[in-house]
């Protein structure tokens, strides 16, 4: 295999690091334990969020442990790095719900039974039976206001607010790399750009609780934005979750289909783990022949498979290829309704019309004359269906699941009606 940091760099996953020598040299000696933390602040993560991991898992593929640490405490108080306002706090059953919905979707990612395998932690176990008195004493001392006051994420909110628990967040992130150093012998963190200040207290909190031979080290990662530098991860219909009930493989699929030629590259280094030479050679394809799509294809399937599996992979495929081709009838009602659910809709009563009369009131045709043209001509279809009678009448037949229906005119525009 290729030298993990020499790979790192290569699919610009290294920011910074507290000691790149160091941890060179760590590295080629032995294999380590390292972490990475994500706070439960809703019940899945989304695409953004696995950046770090992901790159915790091609250190795991170089024979490196993983430790996957889940916030049960710290997702209690909030993280201000990367925010201009107050987070609002969740209840502790809130919590408990978001820290089960990241486990399942750290598992569809990580090896657990391997040699190497990942471990999950959640500093709750530690954080949440320490008393106020004991977290000061033993903690808050180590930790000098003028260095917290140092830290981007709390100096750029002085102005504008910050209360004492969101200052706290720093120290109790350090405790929990101290305590994952003592108690499962992790010796690097891996974060995201904007946990640099986070991780670096980690550090100060191990040399002055630790022997001046004690090493750990940080490495963060860049953060993930578009070629013209807009922000990465967001599709039409918002966020890009991993959870299939939040964004549907098909439309997971999708989103990864529709990457930019400009972007598809560097999104193959950061989120697949494909070799570098296959890599070289989906690049050429873009410069080549962009409208194949192969990089594209290639960065969709892989997504896709990581983060559902194969049969959600196969099921996203149909339904792109049955769109592709018009043929809807290849698709079941829940396929339907995934792939359509975000093209215009109308609501409707469950009344039986003529198509002529249906169409005009649904708005896909603008007039009676034009919708006699449009289904003469075929250029209607239910459901897939051509629809090529203008006497036909639009009955509880052709409604799906008796609540919508799938109306196309054309090649291209598509109408969901929403039956009440």
Known sequence: MTNL?????????????????????????????LYCGVDPTADSMHIGHIVPLLTLRRFQMHGHRPILLVGGATGMIGDPSGRSEERQLQTTEQIDLNVQGIKKQMEQIFEFETENGAQMVNNRDWIGSMNVIEFL????????????????SIASRLDTGLSFTEFTYTLIQGIDFNHLYDHFGCRVQVGGSDQWGNITTGLEMIRKTHDENTKAYGITIPLVTKADGTKFGKSASGSVWLDAKKTSPYEFYQFWINTADSDVIKYLKIFTFLERAEIEALELTVENEPH???????????????????????????????????????????????????????????????????????????????????VANGAISINGEKVTDVAYVVSGADRLEDEFMIVRRGKKNYKMIKFV
């Open 5 to 33: 940091l020499e790979d790192l760099a290569w699919r610009g996953l290294l920011y910074q690091q507290t000691d790149a020598e160091g941890m060179e040299q760590l590295l080629n000696k032995e294999k380590i334990s």
């Open 137 to 152: 004493r033993d903690f808050g001392k180590l930790i000098n206001i003028n260095y917290m006051l140092g830290k981007d």
């Open 292 to 374: 194949l799509r192969k990089a594209q294809i290639t960065l969709a399937e892989e997504m896709t498979r990581l983060i559902h599996g194969q049969d959600a992979l196969d099921q996203a495929i149909r339904i792109s290829q049955a769109l592709f081709s018009g043929n809807l009838k290849a698709l079941t009602a829940t396929e339907m309704k995934d792939a359509f659910k975000d093209v215009p809709s109308v609501e409707m009563a469950k009344e039986e019309k003529t198509i002529v009369d249906f169409i005009v009131e649904a708005t896909v045709s603008p007039s009676k004359r034009q919708a006699r043209e449009d």
